[in-house]
């Protein structure tokens, strides 16, 4: 089956203690991304990645790395978690490019920092 | 950069045709526009895409008049199961991004009453 995985889906953890979410895709697509949703204000994109150790910064990146190392996995890294980092976060990958084919979205991860 | 704006709720009955317009002023050139269903604690979930005139799919119509500028997603006869948060996305073109940084709206929170 087709999908994007991601992993955790719930996690909780306490601020500064460094974690990895991971994403995973079996559908050999180029583009893959990363949002936060915070209510009241929507989807907002963290990272993105073109291809193979290409990525690039969306609208939030400040306190979150990523890598593509491989083309089907797109890890989140919060080097050192803050409590404004408390949100529901999704991967999502395409074949073309993002603006112009459809976005295939994981299940989310909602991540809690105390 | 390109912004979305959407109304942030609508009220229908079931059987009503739904009209959601999203209006996108600064759209680039070969940016589509996409529009996605996201219910509580899901991923968002692709619904049509266009680039002009009008899309139709089995489960919507997407009209898009000649300047680009708006959109609307038509929901022909909705039901119970048709609520839900739906967004519209366009890319977000420039010298850097190339369309693929992508900016969500907040979406509209669609409720449908029997």
């Known amino acids: 089956e087709a999908q994007v995985t991601q992993n955790p889906r719930y996690l909780i953890t306490v601020t500064g203690k460094k974690l990895t979410v991971t994403c995973s895709q079996n559908m050999n697509h180029e583009y893959m991304s990363w949002y936060r949703q915070d209510p009241g204000l929507g989807l907002r994109q963290i990272y993105y990645?073109?291809?193979?150790?290409?990525?690039d910064k969306g609208d939030v990146p400040e306190g979150y790395k990523v890598s593509r190392k491989e083309k089907r996995n797109f890890p989140l890294i919060l080097e050192s978690p803050s409590p404004n980092q408390t949100s529901l976060y999704f991967c999502a990958s395409t074949l073309g490019q993002g603006h112009n084919s459809p976005l295939h979205f994981g299940n989310g991860t909602r991540l809690t920092v105390t | 950069l390109a912004k979305t704006t959407q109304p942030i709720s609508m009220d229908s009955y079931e059987g009503q045709e739904v009209n959601i317009t999203c209006s996108h002023n600064?759209?680039?050139?070969?940016?589509?526009i996409t529009w996605y269903q996201q219910f509580p604690s899901q991923g968002p979930r692709f619904i049509i895409q266009?680039?002009?005139t009008k899309v139709t799919n089995e489960v919507a119509s997407l009209f898009i008049p000649a300047d680009r500028k708006s959109s609307t997603l038509s929901l022909p006869r909705v039901s119970l199961s048709d609520t839900a948060v739906y967004y519209c996305?366009?890319?977000?073109?420039?010298?850097?991004?190339?369309?693929?940084?992508?900016?969500f709206g907040t979406g509209t929170q669609l409720k449908v009453e029997l």
């Open positions: 990645s073109m291809n193979v150790e290409v990525t």
């Open positions: 266009g680039y002009k």
């Open positions: 996305l366009v890319g977000d073109t420039d010298l850097t991004g190339g369309g693929n940084k992508l900016t």
């Open positions: 600064n759209i680039a050139t070969n940016d589509y």
